[in-house]
């Protein structure tokens, strides 16, 4: 497991909330309007939720996986996810993978 999937388990529901916040990320619901929304993780100091979504394609070694963490709309349940390896960039200050 690389550096960055280590650090996003590290990750708490705070850092998300800030990350939307230094990002400027709405949090009104693209499909329903709503301005309301939960972050995924049991509350601010507590760990954020991962999900992690296979990688197939023919360069991809057995296992890969692309991570991401999200808010869920409070009114209609939409789920936003963002690249958990972008939230540990922003946190700990490391430059965009560019390769
Ligand atoms: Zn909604």
Redesign the pocket.
């Known amino acids: 497991m690389n550096e960055k999937a280590l650090k996003a388990r590290e990750l708490k529901g705070e850092d998300l909330n800030s990350f939307i916040d230094a990002k400027g990320i709405s949090t009104i619901?693209?499909?329903?309007?709503?301005d309301g929304v939960m972050i995924m993780s049991h509350g601010p100091d507590k760990p954020l939720q991962l999900f992690a979504m296979p990688l197939v394609h023919p360069d991809a070694e057995p296992g890969d996986t692309a991570e991401t963490a999200g808010f869920i709309?409070?009114?209609?349940?939409?789920v936003t996810t963002f690249a958990a390896s972008l939230i540990v960039e922003w946190k700990y200050g490391e430059p965009p993978n560019d390769g």
């Open positions: 619901c693209l499909l329903c309007g709503n709309c409070s009114n209609c349940g939409h």
